[in-house]
């Protein structure tokens, strides 16, 4: 069993930052492609950032230049960084793992 366990997030302020970090369970990180989503109230879950076993990492327009993803494959985990934060950028966070696992969500919350 698959399980994907999100942390970090929170009521941050405008401007500020944040790390969430993304604990996997019953899959190796180091074989899957790892990723972040998000979505905000009404909308769709978008993709936030993908980190490609290659090495390879991929941003949404929206975050590129204000988000970092990395993975410690040795800790089977998964991080998001962010600064700059916006009030847009609010909303539940998923981590996904191999394009078909998810994590039950982690709220971001930024004050304007």
């Known amino acids: 069993q698959v399980l994907l366990v999100e942390s970090g997030g929170g009521l941050v302020q405008h401007g500020g930052s944040l790390r969430l970090s993304c604990v996997a369970s019953g899959i190796f990180t180091s074989d899957a492609t790892m990723a972040w989503y998000r979505q905000a109230p009404g909308k769709k879950r978008e993709l936030v950032a993908s980190?490609?076993?290659?090495?390879?990492?991929k941003y949404a327009d929206s975050v590129r230049g204000r988000a970092t993803i990395s993975r410690d494959d040795a800790k089977n985990t998964v991080y998001l960084e962010m600064n700059s934060l916006k009030p847009e950028d609010t909303g539940i966070y998923y981590c996904?793992?191999?394009?078909?696992?998810w994590g039950q969500g982690t709220q971001v919350t930024v004050s304007s």
């Open positions: 996904n793992a191999a394009h078909q696992f």
């Open positions: 980190s490609f076993t290659i090495g390879v990492t």
